[in-house]
Each structure stands twice: as structure tokens, then as C-alpha cells.
């Protein structure tokens, strides 16, 4: 083990956005347990973060995009955070940004500091060193369409339907059709972005935008199962492969692939590397360390 | 209303690039309504081109390229022009480049200008403001399979099917590769393209070529229902929408981000934006401007 | 016909890696016929290269990997080669990398020489100027599930599946999810590589990581018809095709179009190219040239 080498490589990147992100919470007011408009519950390694506002049909309003920026980037070095559960209450997923919010003449009208603070949201689901699961069981409309498709990965019930019809309240949805067109494909985003027609739970497993629909009642068990997969894992295992998953995605692939040979060679470095290589060949279970440490050739 | 601060705008280069094709309309010399190969209609706000060349299975000569692209090109800033259908008579939708003006002993050879304009219509179809919606009724094969994949947004008949073919003839569908692999899943198009091998009506609709396959006797009505919802919109909301559409799919996700929270801010400023936000709060069917001024605070 | 014209042309570039691939001939150890873990056959067009070490779940170690960039790499120029099929003996397609050579202690440790070899015979796949196609007839995992997703064109058999669970073993499979990304919809390859879950043939089929799934006594047929697809057309339309195809789509669509256009003017210069064209007009069956000169206008 060599703390000066790890000094030294990207992995140390992963570490200071980590750290980075748990200074932010210096400056939150919110308080992890009791949000205004969200639930958040934490156990067994499952940060449950609930939309939990619907009357307003969990509208994406300056409040609640707070609220859940706070909650997706508390205690993330925390060993046993192991992934974020997105989910909602009521009929309605989520019907996007609160308009009222949009009224020029109104006293609360923020218009650039609602759509910044969307997309630091956005982004951070893409920074946070777990995966987010998105877990949707009614409609998600235009922002709230947007949060389904940013997460990691989404699941949702056969009775949801996804739409971006914000053109037709005068709010082309140009910021939802960033993760939108990068999640389905370029012709099913734009038949959604200019028609603003709904697309089906049916429908989203096909073009990719859900990876499963299931009844209603079949939620929670589905989430489970993805959830226990993650967390069998190492966490610094899982940070470091969604990390450079982001990352690849972006280039050509030629340097994808440079960047890659490294990310590999490192990963096998790990200590947590090399337990689940040796924990596979003498056929039992991993013990994990869930840190960046490397182990050294002797 | 400041036409001044539009001026400095992005929403200016829009303005631009609609007054620079209108002023295209200057240099050409095929009427509107009874081009050679082509017929064209207006009505209601929806410009219908028909490709109008059965015996020549809808070829995409230079005659045919040049019709298309001033029907597209043509009196694109008059309000009333919403959205534009390209569809076709007889069996075929369209088979691709005329393969005569591309033997090197004709006297019409011109292998350059073919692909040089065959490119400009394809990216105009992008440019313009309005969407672009390709209606097929039959074989859209090679070009033919270009044009659809380039349209903003693709519906078909159970009939149809799609092909890239040309190496079968000595020429690699290399062009109409660019919009297929932009829409379907890379191995669809690598196989398309390398077997030569069409794929039918339900498979355009699953690898996302088309998002709707409807039989023979409802394209029309499915068409109109595309064409319906783009038009209760306001014109500039939705030409703004799929400008930057266009232009976000092409950066990297942090970037679209940056861009996208200008646009989404310029789009609640403008006059249509703040009516559609409240003609929403109040209940009411939104009545629109259709323009790019904007509504500034008192 | 000039070969001074040629020399100054894109194509030139084709033909010159062809030569160099050729070179790398020299310093293969590998037999063709006889490889340590893998069997080779070249017959009518078609080389057969096939991963043969059922016992180890054709694991892709070292000596595995150094023999099939071997099989894949040699005599690429000859005319008679007209496309490559990777398909496996066993039950199972391939394990992925033989996780015994990444144990640090172990003398036959070598994580970078893996993984640097690793990237080449992938990128080595994208490289050849013939279609490579897999013929998957059983789990895909990891690096395994890596080469289908590089592959030109992939088939699997019903009872295929696919996962890239290197988590679940310390190693995030960050590699394959260069190949996999490129070639799924965003949320299924997040799925698979961060719960480790694999997919069945069905839905690989879905998102588009094979193009047709048969039951497993026709995989064969399936093999033929795609390679009797490619084997009717020229050699060297095909590379070209091949070549700007992996090219144009790393770039913008507006780079795309202006490169697109010089590539099928040279292509329709191509004595291929003429024969082609001129086959169809008249009826008959082209006879290829299969090579790159091109005819000049008397």
C-alpha cells in the first residue's frame, strides 16, 4: 500500500470530488431527514431520496430541486452509501419545473437560477460516486422526464408514461432533450421534444429509456434486486467504473480506449481488485475494503 | 418588447438563417406548385411535398434534389408554414440516387454536384425551422433511406421497408450511412450497410428509424396527428426547440448543459413563452405570436 | 486507370495499412491452421476463426487474444478474403479475460501488456478492411461480451446471454463498456455493467446488440446468408465503406456530409464503381476488379 502512488493517479480525482461534494454540505440548511417537499431514508447502504409534494404533482420547484440536490450529495465517501433510489408519492411521478416559478411579473419569477440549478442536479446524478436509480410509477413529464433519463439506470411500472409537451405550454424542453436524445434514439427524442406526445411504459423499454416495467406491485422488489446487485460490489470498484463511464462515453474511441488500458491496470492494483480475482478462484464470497488502496507487487 | 436586446441574441442568427433561405428562393427557378417530378401543397400550415415520379421509382436525380430542396427552402418565416410532410406517389417511396447520371460516359455525369447538393438538402432539412416529417408508404432505399433518416421525425406503412444496398451496385451507401448510424444502433447499420439487406416496417420501428408503423390506410391520419400537435404550438417556440436540438446532440453533455440553461432562460422571456405559461395557469388555449420578441420585467 | 492519382487520394491510406497489417505477419509465431487455442479455416471467402478452448470457457488470455489478432490480421490483401466470422466451441462464447493472469503474486502477472493487448485486437476488428461478424452461440461475459460488442455485425443463438459482471469480481468491466456503449442505449449499458445482470438473446436483440437471434441449428444458415451478402459485392467498396463508416461516425454531421461526399465521388470513379453501376443498367452481374483504380473520363 502506497498512499504517495495514489497521489499520483486519476483515482485521486475521485477522492477530492468526493470530498468536494461533502463540503457542500456545509452550506445546506436542509436537514437530511425532514425535507419540505421530500423523504429521504437511509438504510442498509439504500439512500431512499421520495418525492413527496403531490398535490403539486412533485413539481420540480426551486424547493424541491434544492431539496434534492442536498440529499443526493450528503455523506457521499461514506463507506456504507452504496447506491440513491429516486422515487415518488402520489399518481404522478413528476410533472417538471413548477411554471409559476416562469411568470415574469411574479415576485418568486428566478427563471436563470432555475434552470442552473436543474442542471448542476443533473449533473451531479452523473458526478456522485453511486449509482442513481430512478424508480417511477406514474408519469414523468418534461424535468421530471429529464431526472428519469439522467439517473443511471431507471425502472418503472407498466401504468407510467414519459412526455417533454413543454412547447406546448410555450417552454420548448431543450434542457430535458439533453439527457433525452442521449438515452433514446435521436428520432423517438425528437418526435417527443416537437410533438410533445407521451410515450408509454412499453414504449420506453423499447427505445431504452426504462431497462424494465413492471406492475405496480412489483416496484420495490425490482429496485431491490438492483440494488443488491450494487451492493455485493466494492464501492470504490463501482465509483471508479461509473466514473469512467461518463467519461469514455464522451470521446472517440481510440482514446476511450487509451484511457481505458489504464483504468483496467489500476482497478487490478486495488486491494479490493485483487480480493474479488483471488475471492473467484478460491470460490468464496469477497471481503471488501471499499477504498482506493493498492496493493504492490512484493 | 426591446428588439434591440434580440438583436444580440442567439435568437438573431435563427432570424438570419431564415431570411438567408428565403433569399435561396431568389436563384431558383421551379415554381411551387407544379415542379417537373415533384407536387407540392400548403394548407393549414402544413407544406406537403410529394415526390411525384413513380415510373422512375421516385429517383432522386438532380431534377428531383433541386425540386425538393426549394420546396423546402421556399417562404420558410411566413407564419402560416408549420410544419412540412415529404411522402410519395406510387409503390416505391424512393429509390435512391438516379445510378444513369453517375455512369462516367454520360453526358450527364456529374458525380460531384450529385453529392455535394444531395448533402445540401439533407442538412437543410435540419436548418429549416419547421419540422421536417417523412411519410412512407413503400420501399425507401439507399439516398431514399437517407431522406428518412434525416427527417426530423419518420412514420410508415406495414409495407415499407428500408435498405442500403448501393455496394451490391459498386457503390457503398457511405452518405446515407451519416443519418443511419445517427438513429439506429451502430451494429443495425453496420449490417444494413455491409449485407446490403433491407430491414421491414417492425424492425425500423424497433432499432428507432421510424417512430410509428401504422397500415396503409392511416398514414394519412397518423400523419395529421404528428402535424396537429406541432401546430398548436407557437412556431417560434418550436423552431427554437429544434434548433437547439440539433446543436446540443453534437457537444459533450457539460457543454449542452451550459448552452441549454440560455436557451431555456431566453425561451421563458419571450412573449410566447410567458402566454403559454399563463394561458396554462389560467386554463385557457394560449393564443400565440408566433415571433421572437421578447417580454421584459416592468 | 492512374496509379499517380491514387497515390494522392484517401485510399491510398486503405491500401497502406493493409501492407502494414501484412508486415505484422512476420513477427507472428502463430500457424495459421494450428493455433494453441483456436482453430482457423479459410475457405471461399470466408476465414472461420474459432475460439477453441471450451475447457477454460474460451477465456481470453493472452495466448487466446495473440491468436486471434493473428487470424485476424493475415494476409488481409489477398483478394480471395472477403470476411472474417469469430465464432466458439463449447457451451460458452467466451469467459472474458482470464482473471488467473491479473493475480499480482502470480509469475505470469501482466495487466498492462493485457489490457494495451487487449485494446489492439479490438481496435484491430474496426481496422480490417473486410467485415468481421459474430457468431455467438453462448454466454458472452466481459471481455467476451466485449468482442461481440466490436464486431462489424453480430448473431446469437436463443440461448445466448450477455453480461459484463467484472464488478462482481473487483475488476469494473471499463473496457467492455467502450464497445458496449457505443452499441446499446446508455441505460442498458449502465444496467449491465453496474449491477454485473446479464442479458438474454431476446433482448440483446432489442437494443441492438445482435441484429437477429435463431435458434441454434440455424446460426449456421444465418452465418451463410450474411456472408454471401458481403461476398457478392467488391472487396474493395466494402473496405472503403467499412473504413468511412468507423471515420464519419466519430465526427459532426456537418464534417460527416463534407468528407461523405469526396468518399462516394471516389467511389464512383472506382473501375468497381463503374461496374457496378453499369451491371445494373444492363442487367447482368458485375465482375469485380476488387482493388482501387480507378477509370478516368476518355
Redesign the interface.
Known amino acids: 500500500m502506497n498512499t504517495l502512488a495514489i497521489s499520483h493517479s486519476r483515482l485521486r480525482c475521485l477522492k477530492m470530488s468526493v470530498v468536494h461534494l461533502k463540503q457542500i454540505r456545509l452550506f445546506s440548511t436542509t436537514n437530511l431527514n425532514c425535507g419540505e417537499l421530500t423523504k429521504t431514508q437511509e438504510e442498509n447502504g439504500i439512500r431512499r431520496i421520495i418525492l413527496n409534494n403531490p398535490k403539486s404533482r412533485n413539481a420540480l420547484c426551486m424547493t424541491m430541486m434544492n431539496e434534492l440536490l442536498d440529499h443526493i450529495s450528503l455523506d457521499l465517501n461514506n463507506i456504507s452509501l452504496r447506491c440513491i433510489v429516486i422515487s415518488a408519492e402520489g399518481p404522478v411521478f413528476s410533472s417538471g419545473h413548477n411554471?409559476?416559478e416562469?411568470?415574469?411579473?411574479n415576485k418568486d419569477?428566478k427563471?436563470?437560477e432555475i434552470?442552473?440549478l436543474?442542471?448542476v442536479l443533473?449533473?451531479r446524478i452523473?458526478e456522485v460516486p453511486v449509482?442513481v436509480i430512478a424508480a417511477v410509477q406514474g408519469p414523468a413529464v418534461a424535468a421530471g422526464c429529464q431526472l428519469v433519463a439522467q439517473c443511471?439506470?431507471?425502472v418503472c411500472t407498466e401504468n407510467s408514461i414519459f412526455s417533454t409537451p413543454g412547447?406546448?405550454?410555450?417552454?420548448?424542453?431543450?434542457?430535458p432533450?439533453?439527457?433525452l436524445?442521449?438515452?433514446?434514439?435521436?428520432?423517438?427524442?425528437?418526435?417527443m421534444?416537437?410533438?410533445?406526445?407521451p410515450i408509454k411504459a412499453e414504449e420506453a423499454l423499447?427505445?431504452?429509456?426504462?431497462?424494465n416495467v413492471v406492475p405496480s406491485d412489483q416496484l420495490e422488489s425490482e429496485v431491490m434486486k438492483?440494488c443488491n446487485?450494487?451492493k455485493?460490489?466494492?464501492k470504490s470498484?463501482?465509483a471508479?467504473?461509473?466514473r469512467?463511464?461518463y467519461e469514455?462515453?464522451?470521446l472517440?474511441?481510440?482514446t476511450?480506449?487509451?484511457l481505458?488500458?489504464n483504468?483496467?491496470?489500476e482497478?487490478?492494483?486495488?486491494i479490493?481488485?485483487?480480493?474479488?480475482?483471488?475471492?473467484?478462484?478460491e470460490k468464496r464470497k469477497?471481503v471488501?475494503k471499499h477504498n482506493f488502496d493498492k496493493?504492490?507487487?512484493?
Open positions: 411554471l409559476k416562469l411568470i415574469l411579473e419569477y427563471s436563470k434552470f442552473s436543474c442542471s443533473m449533473k452523473m449509482p443511471d439506470i431507471a412547447s406546448h405550454f410555450g417552454i420548448f424542453c431543450s434542457t432533450g439533453i439527457p436524445v442521449r438515452t433514446v434514439p435521436r428520432k423517438i427524442a425528437a418526435h421534444l416537437m410533438t410533445g406526445e423499447r427505445v431504452g429509456l426504462v431497462s438492483i446487485a450494487i455485493s460490489q466494492s470498484v463501482v471508479l467504473g461509473k469512467f463511464f469514455q462515453l464522451e472517440d474511441i481510440h476511450a480506449y487509451r481505458g488500458e483504468v483496467m491496470d482497478n487490478v492494483q486495488l479490493d481488485g485483487q480480493e474479488g480475482i483471488r475471492s473467484f478462484a469477497p471488501w496493493l504492490f507487487k512484493a
